[in-house]
């Protein structure tokens, strides 16, 4: 049997618009896989294990997993939600010290919420 394979003149913008839309797709499964290993590293450790982990995350980082576990969390936090949207419009500008420490003592709150928990089961 020999199949024959057609194919099709795709104007540029459509075809630039698909790929874009692609790598979108795997950048975000990328961002989801790596967040998930950190995020169960953090669970998989003790209390005062996991917390020292928190606080001691760079600022990128930080955010990029509290994004994930707020996301994950299904929570409708205004504050992190703020932090967030600052940190996406102007991702170069560093977070004050308060709301620094309001972020790791949020997401390390987040950590322990049975959301989180059963989420991390289910993916």
Do not use: H, W
Request: glycine fraction near 4%; hydrophobic fraction near 40%.
């Amino acid at each position: 049997m020999t199949y024959e394979t057609k194919t099709m003149e795709v104007p540029v913008a459509i075809a630039d618009r698909v790929q874009a839309l692609i790598d979108a797709y795997k950048a975000k499964e990328k961002f989801k896989a790596e967040r998930k290993v950190v995020v169960n590293n953090l669970l998989s450790m003790d209390s005062l294990g996991c917390e020292m982990a928190v606080y001691s995350m760079p600022q990128g980082e930080l955010l990029d997993t509290l994004r994930f576990v707020y996301e994950l969390s299904g929570t409708n936090n205004k504050f992190i939600k703020n932090i967030l949207t600052q940190s996406r419009e102007n991702p170069k500008k560093a977070l004050s010290d308060s709301q620094r420490s309001s972020a790791k003592g949020l997401l390390f709150n987040l950590l322990n919420e049975p959301s989180v928990i059963s989420g991390m089961k289910e993916s």
